[in-house]
């Protein structure tokens, strides 16, 4: 089993940042890859960004390449999400999620969720 905790979420302005904090737990080590998802109200739960284990891989979203970055460090088992240009369309509950194997771009890989935190940029 692995165990995730998102922190860091927030309210902020359109134009600013945050960053997302992901810290992981149990068998951490069979982790293949972790990633952000997000999900607005009505609508279905979507890829953000993704990193692999080794954090030389980094996989994003179209809607948040060059805004937003995925890091890692492996000594605290914590991901980092960087959010900065934030607008209104990035306001959802975002989740990190850990893969044991698969495409780290597709939500069916992702066995492990966290409970969330909540993003609202007010414009």
């Known amino acids: 089993q692995v165990q995730l905790v998102e922190s860091g979420g927030g309210l902020v302005q359109a134009g600013g940042s945050l960053r997302l904090s992901c810290a992981a737990s149990?068998?951490?080590?069979?982790?293949?890859?972790t990633g952000w998802f997000r999900q607005a109200p009505g609508t279905e739960r979507e890829f953000v960004a993704a990193?692999?284990?080794?954090?030389?891989?980094?996989y994003y979203a179209d809607s948040v390449n060059d805004r937003f970055t995925i890091s890692r460090e492996n000594a605290k088992d914590t991901v980092y999400l960087q959010m900065n240009s934030l607008n209104s369309g990035d306001t959802a509950v975002y989740y990190c999620?850990?893969?044991?194997?698969?495409?780290?771009?597709?939500?069916?890989?992702?066995?492990?969720w966290g409970q969330g935190t909540q993003v609202t940029v007010s414009s």
């Open positions: 990193i692999h284990w080794s954090g030389v891989g980094t």
């Open positions: 149990g068998r951490t080590h069979s982790v293949y890859a």
């Open positions: 999620a850990a893969s044991q194997l698969g495409n780290p771009i597709q939500r069916r890989a992702y066995g492990y």
